[in-house]
């Protein structure tokens, strides 16, 4: 089985390594009080990582189509995904359909 350590992030800015592209089984993650302001930090961390990265969306695409469109739109990455894996498994080349 896979094991990754997922470390929590107090602030999203420059000083934080979790807030950084990590080549390793360890991953950040940052609360966020509604998918609004949840949206706004994944934002921030590309313009700070690099327009150009993956970026996915994980909801019920029934539900929840305006979320989806939200997303979309907000993004600036070349890959928006949407209910599929990315942490390790949008390199490139897996998942290019």
């Known amino acids: 089985y896979t094991k990754i350590l997922i470390g929590e992030g107090s602030v999203l800015s420059g000083d934080d390594e979790f807030a950084h592209e ?3 089984p360890t991953l950040g993650i940052y609360r966020a009080k509604d998918f609004h302001e949840a949206v706004e930090l994944a ?3 590309v313009a700070m990582g690099g327009v150009g990265h993956t970026s996915c969306l994980y909801t019920d695409q029934d539900k929840n189509q305006d979320r989806i469109e939200y997303f979309g739109k ?3 990455t070349a890959r928006i995904l949407l209910n599929m894996p990315t ?3 949008g390199i490139g080349d897996l998942y290019n359909f």
Do not use: F, I, R
């Open 22 to 24: 990590k080549l390793s």
């Open 87 to 89: 942490s390790h498994g």
């Open 43 to 45: 934002c921030k961390a």
């Open 74 to 76: 907000k993004m600036k």
